[in-house]
């Protein structure tokens, strides 16, 4: 198992550009699992120590690019159980809160994702 991705390893050389550094979403993926079990103060003291993470607002960034496509966003529940695998029960408690959706029977095709949901 490797420990760094590839684009975590440049950003390590002396004659790198750090702020110039290009992040796979595999790389961002695993950042936002470090910053969501380890809380931001310990994702921020990983980065303070030089470790080759992406600056918090690439992470906000990358996350607001995020399609949403009907049915269950399997990505995003699996962050979400790893942010709580390192909560409190008190701190598990939540409301989901949905702006501006219309539920309505119907089937819907995606020809792109080759996906079809009926609601």
Do not use: H
Request: charged share 30%; aromatic share 8%; proline share 4%.
């Amino acid at each position: 198992m490797k420990f760094l991705n590839e684009d975590q390893i440049r950003p390590l050389s002396r004659d790198s550009n750090k702020r110039s550094a290009t992040w796979s979403p595999q790389t961002v993926k695993q950042a936002l699992q470090i910053k969501f079990s380890c809380r931001t103060s310990g994702y921020e003291t990983l980065r303070k120590l030089r470790y080759p993470l992406p600056a918090n607002r690439t992470l906000a960034r990358r996350l607001q690019g995020l399609k949403f496509l009907p049915g269950i966003f399997t990505d995003m529940v699996d962050l979400l159980k790893t942010k709580a695998e390192g909560m409190q029960d008190i701190e598990k408690d939540c409301v989901l809160l949905l702006n501006g959706m219309e539920i309505s029977q119907g089937y819907e095709l995606n020809r792109k994702a080759r996906t079809s949901y009926a609601t």
